[in-house]
Each structure stands twice: as structure tokens, then as C-alpha cells.
């Protein structure tokens, strides 16, 4: 029985020929477009969308009346960088991952490289790294401990910051236990005696967040209480309707670890009642532009998302172009959005 190869398989297969052709062949002339589609058995509108590719990468120039030519790559220049990201990753459904990806897309675009998106799972043993690659996700620990001297460097982000650096890799992450401890102080400081955190023990971010809170709340008189969660609106908007909060006069605090969750978590407890609502002070983390919204009332500790995606690719490009440059860990401090300036990383 005959089987077709998918179109989108022949097509890569198509553009890694023509790409190696013309690395083969720098500083030359190549083939006419009809030797070229005729030697790939493709049409001659496919190559020209290949050649179109590759010369917005740098890589060809088309010259009217003498053909195309393969120029000598730039080494200091990142062509195709792979954005790996984590499987359990949904796009669409957190602001927070998807203003982070937009920004990076932004950047890579800036530097003139194709952005080559691939979703990896814990167990997928095949990816590609292209010229270099940045991961989101936890899965990013897996990719960087398996690297090869020789392969492309990779900057992960959000990371465990017990993972160590690599020869060509660095790590981006955050210093979240401080940002649990700057929360723990505003909770103090609107005299919450009665504080709860939000969030997930087995995420990195999260469990350093706590830790943070509960280094803060050392020496005080406070009763701290964690609720295990999933990260989403819809977690948070079902935990709020749900929960009974308790009946005081005082003050009580809520620490939820990621914007997202703070959003839906507020939207719920809005619908016991307007006097409850405002009895509560929520501290969340992230810093997106939805958590600004007054009439939620919640208080985020920023993360510089521009800064972190410009790093990000500066970092690849440092470590793609210089046979001395050594990963490096980044720590990256988060600030209330009300003083959302981008703060510069401290290395």
C-alpha cells in the first residue's frame, strides 16, 4: 500500500537541503531556481518561499539579471533560535506565558532570527536546538542537564535556581523567596494577623515564594495557612466562590503566587459581597497588565518581562559568538507594579 509523506515534513525536508546547500556553498552563486526545484522535486512558488526565508535571514542575496548568492554567515549573528517550551505550558490560557512569549518573539524578530516554536515534553527525547534555544517550563532542567559540549547554547528561564550553569547554557530566574518575604512585610504592615498563601509546593516558584513568606512571618504573631492549588483563573475564580472566608474584624491577608490565580481568586470572594471584598488585602506575583485593574484590588510584585526577553537574547547571542563565554545563573529581583520600572538583573 502506497503512503504519502505529510506535506509539511516534505517541506522541511525541502528548506534543510536548500540551507545546507547554501552553507556549502558561501560566497557562490547558486543553481537557477529550475535546477533547484527540479534537484527537490518541489515547485518553483515553494522554493522561492524557502529562498524568501533565507534571505530575511541573511543568508542569500538575490541580485536581478545574475542569480542568487550564498553570503558568508555572520557568526555573531543568531539565524533560527528554538523556543522550547514545556508541554503543560498553555498559551492561551495564561497572560503571564503569553506576554512573555510575545516579548520574546519581539526580540528575536529585532535581532533578525527566525523564532522556531516546539513544545517539549518530559519524556520527548528529540528537539532541536538550531542556532540556540530558550526554554520555558520546567522541562527547560532536562534539556540543560542533557547538553553536549558541543551543542548550540541555551538560556533557560524560570528555572530552579539550584540548577547550575552549564558551559553553554546560563539560567534566568528570579529571586521569588525575596519576593515572598517583600509580601510577608506588606501583610505585617496592614496588621493581617491572619494570612493564607495560594499556590503549589511541587512548582519551584511557588515553594520559594512560600519560603520567603514564612521567613518574613518569622518572630510575628501570625497565623499562616497554605492552600494547595492549580495556577489558573479558573482555579482561583472557583476557590474564591467557594471559600467562607472567616468572620473578624480584623484584617486578613492573601498571598497567591501568581497573578492569574489572584484575578479569579478576587472575581469569586467579589461575589459574597462588597463589605467581605474589602476586608482583604491580596499580594500576588507576576506583575500583568490585568492584575492593575483597581477595582480588583490586588497588590503585584512585578516581574520585568521586557528585560528578561531582551537578556534572554543578548545572553545566546554572547554565547554563540564567543569560544570563551560561560553560562551564568541570573537573578532576576521583583518590584510592586505601582514601581514597575524594568529592573536590571544582577548577575
Known amino acids: 500500500m502506497k503512503t504519502n509523506t505529510p506535506r509539511t515534513i516534505v517541506d522541511r525536508q525541502a528548506e534543510e537541503k536548500v540551507r545546507r546547500l547554501v552553507l556549502q556553498m558561501a560566497g557562490q552563486r547558486l543553481p537557477s531556481e529550475r535546477d533547484l526545484a527540479v534537484d527537490l522535486q518541489i515547485s518553483r512558488p515553494r522554493l522561492r518561499t524557502i529562498l524568501a526565508n533565507l534571505r530575511a535571514e541573511g543568508l542569500i542575496e538575490q541580485k536581478i539579471g545574475s542569480g542568487t548568492y550564498a553570503l558568508k554567515p ?8 528554538a523556543v522550547l517550551i514545556d508541554e503543560r505550558l498553555k498559551l492561551g490560557d495564561d497572560p503571564f506565558v503569553s506576554y512573555l512569549f510575545e516579548c520574546l518573539q519581539d526580540n528575536l524578530q529585532s535581532e533578525g532570527a527566525r523564532c522556531m516554536i516546539e513544545r517539549v515534553g518530559d519524556s520527548d527525547a528529540s528537539y532541536r536546538l538550531e542556532d540556540g534555544a530558550i526554554t520555558l517550563g520546567l522541562v527547560g532542567a532536562r534539556i540543560i542537564e542533557e547538553m ?7 538560556v533557560g528561564l524560570f528555572l530552579n535556581s539550584d540548577l547550575r550553569p552549564k558551559r553553554r547554557a546560563s539560567i534566568f530566574t528570579l ?8 509580601a510577608a512585610e506588606f501583610m505585617i504592615e496592614k496588621g493581617c494577623k491572619q494570612v493564607f498563601f495560594v499556590g503549589r509546593r511541587d512548582i519551584p516558584a511557588s515553594r520559594e515564594r512560600l519560603e520567603g513568606v514564612e521567613a ?4 510575628h504573631d501570625i497565623n499562616l495557612t497554605v492552600i494547595e492549588s492549580h495556577l489558573s483563573y479558573a482555579a482561583g475564580l472557583q476557590l474564591g466562590l467557594d471559600w467562607d472566608l472567616p468572620k473578624t474584624s480584623e484584617p ?10 489572584a484575578v479569579g481568586l478576587r472575581t469569586g470572594l467579589r461575589r459574597h459581597g462588597a463589605q467581605q471584598f474589602d476586608s482583604v488585602f491580596v499580594v500576588s506575583f507576576d506583575g500583568i497588565p490585568i492584575a492593575s485593574d483597581k477595582t480588583l484590588d490586588i497588590h503585584s510584585l512585578a516581574i520585568p518581562i521586557q528585560a528578561i526577553a531582551h537578556d534572554a537574547v543578548a545572553e545566546l547571542r554572547n554565547l554563540s559568538s564567543s569560544p570563551v563565554a560561560v553560562g551564568r545563573l541570573v537573578r532576576y529581583p521583583l518590584a510592586w507594579m505601582r514601581d514597575r520600572p524594568e529592573v536590571p538583573a544582577e548577575g
Open 148 to 154: 553536549r559540549p558541543t551543542d548550540p547554547p541555551v
Open 74 to 81: 555572520d557568526k555573531d549573528r543568531l539565524h533560527r533560535v
Open 216 to 219: 518574613g512571618f518569622a518572630g
Open 175 to 182: 529571586e521569588d523567596k525575596q519576593a515572598g518575604v517583600t
Open 252 to 261: 486578613i491577608g492573601i498571598i497567591v503566587t501568581n497573578d492569574w490565580l
